[in-house]
Antibody, heavy 124, light 110 residues
Framework: QTQLQESGPGLVKPSETLSVDCHVS??????????WGWVRQPPGQGLEWIGS???????YFNPSLKSRVTISKDTSTNQFSLKLASVTAADTAIYYC????????????????WGQGTLVTVSS | QSGLTQPPSASGTPGQGVTISCSGT????????VYWYQQLPGAAPQLLIQ???QRPSGVPDRFSASKSGTSASLDIRGLRSDDEATYFC???????????FGGGTKLTVL
């Protein structure tokens, strides 16, 4: 059974870069069967897709965040990372990593496995 | 960023049925699949319905969904206390070139 586990700093200062990692067990991020991505949820609010990547390194981003987002992967540790630059209080959210089947990526919105999420607060 | 529209709340009594709606546009729901997620308090979302009406393995058949044009709905039969959660709809949006979510409907089982 695939498990995803986020880890993050908890607190980030405004204008700095937020960095969150996701460790995957039970599956390989090098698999062609899945895309891997990030979704965030401000406290008490709805969900927002941030971006995703495929095993070959291709990345795909929400256009509203694209200019500030970097997603990278480390196949040797089966881990991937999110970096969000120039953060403001509006970036305070629970950040989830999630898995999306390849057959459902293009034109779909089905994430079938999620981490438990990590809360990142942007505050000075 | 524009998304999908859901009522903020819904309620029902144990054993009853409830319907949660999701409204979109021609660039999302009309052209693409709708998905539904259940988020229990303090937990991560879980995929409840995929591709308009398909239940992933393990989801009870008390949960069903449909889509017509720019609207979709999630039906829950035989309400249980542990159905109390927030339900989100989601779809791909061709105009935004992004996945979009509804704001969520908090279901209370009275």
């Amino acid at each position: 059974q695939t498990q995803l586990q986020e880890s993050g700093p908890g607190l980030v200062k405004p204008s700095e870069t937020l960095s969150v990692d996701c460790h995957v067990s039970g599956d390989s991020i090098g698999s062609t069967s899945y895309y891997w991505g990030w979704v965030r949820q401000p406290p008490g609010q709805g969900l927002e897709w941030i971006g995703s990547f495929y095993y070959n390194g291709r990345t795909y981003f929400n256009p509203s965040l694209k200019s500030r987002v970097t997603i990278s992967k480390d196949t040797s540790t089966n881990q991937f990372s999110l970096k969000l630059a120039s953060v403001t209080a509006a970036d305070t959210a629970i950040y989830y990593c999630a898995r999306q089947p390849t057959y459902d990526f293009w034109g779909g919105a089905g994430f079938d496995s999620w981490g438990q999420g990590t809360l990142v607060t942007v505050s000075s | 960023q524009s998304g999908l529209t859901q009522p903020p709340s819904a309620s029902g009594t144990p054993g009853q049925g409830v319907t949660i709606s999701c409204s979109g546009t021609s660039s999302n729901l009309e052209r693409n699949y709708v998905y539904w997620y259940q988020q229990l308090p303090g937990a991560a979302p879980q995929l409840l319905i995929q591709r308009n009406s398909q239940r992933p393995s393990g989801v009870p058949d008390r949960f069903s969904a449909s889509k017509s044009g720019t609207s979709a709905s999630l039906d829950i039969r035989g309400l249980r206390s542990d159905d109390e959660a927030t339900y989100f709809c989601a779809a791909w949006d061709d105009s935004l070139n992004s996945r979009v979510f509804g704001g969520g409907t908090k279901l209370t089982v009275l």
